[in-house]
């Protein structure tokens, strides 16, 4: 995981998708989706610094591992 988040960010960088992204937070989640998905993930990534002012990080991610039958101990989570 620790070699995708480095060159996902120096990918990042270099293709300057997010102009304001420094690096990834600590720790991670996986999750797959069709590259027909790609737009709209894209799409989400860029309206995510709104978004979360509505909904928390740990409840959407709460709501992804569920909607993926993910079992999981919340004593992990942020």
Not at 29 to 47: C, D, M, P, Q, W
Not at 51 to 77: G, Q, V, W
Request: proline share 1%.
């Amino acid at each position: 995981m620790k070699d995708i988040k480095v060159s996902s960010s120096i990918w990042i960088k270099e293709q300057a998708l997010f102009p304001n992204f420094t690096a990834w937070q600590e720790g991670y989640g996986a999750f797959t989706y069709s590259i027909k998905a790609k737009e709209a993930l894209v799409n989400y990534i860029k309206r995510q610094e709104a978004h979360h002012k509505t909904k928390t990080f740990r409840e959407e991610y709460i709501e992804l591992l569920n909607e993926h039958d993910i079992e999981f101990d919340e004593k992990y989570l942020l």
